[in-house]
């Protein structure tokens, strides 16, 4: 069974730091580009970040940018997001998510391209 695990979220207070963490299992995404998404209570599900398959180029949200790092762990196949300075607002169920097609990546904020999710990882940030 193809599956993406998320792990590191937890309760924090503004300003603190997370780590998130996402691994595979099942086959491997070693080509695959990857992303992160969020839902928070009531809305729809938004675009964080993503990154090429190659690693070498990444695409924020702008609600994220200068606070949010996302990064590759190509030798345990796995992606990571570091964030800083969390805000009340960032408070939401954190989603990786997977492309479909290897060796692709496009700067969007679209999920049309993702086509493997994890189950989620839930991240509450009190004020």
């Known amino acids: 069974q193809v599956k993406l695990v998320e792990s590191g979220g937890g309760l924090v207070q503004a300003g603190d730091s997370l780590r998130l963490s996402c691994a595979a299992s099942g086959r491997t995404f070693s080509g695959h580009s990857k992303g992160w998404f969020r839902q928070a209570p009531g809305k729809g599900r938004e675009f964080v970040a993503s990154?090429?398959?190659?690693?070498?180029?990444?695409y924020y949200a702008d609600s994220v940018k200068g606070r949010f790092t996302i990064s590759r762990d190509n030798a345990n196949d796995a992606i990571n997001l570091q964030m800083n300075s969390l805000r009340p607002e960032d408070t939401a169920v954190y989603y990786c998510?997977?492309?479909?097609?290897?060796?692709?990546?496009?700067?969007?904020?679209?999920?049309?391209?993702?086509?493997?999710w994890g189950q989620g990882t839930q991240v509450t940030v009190s004020s």
């Open positions: 990154i090429k398959w190659s690693g070498d180029k990444t």
């Open positions: 998510a997977a492309y479909g097609s290897s060796y692709y990546w496009t700067q969007s904020e679209t999920d049309y391209h993702y086509d493997y």
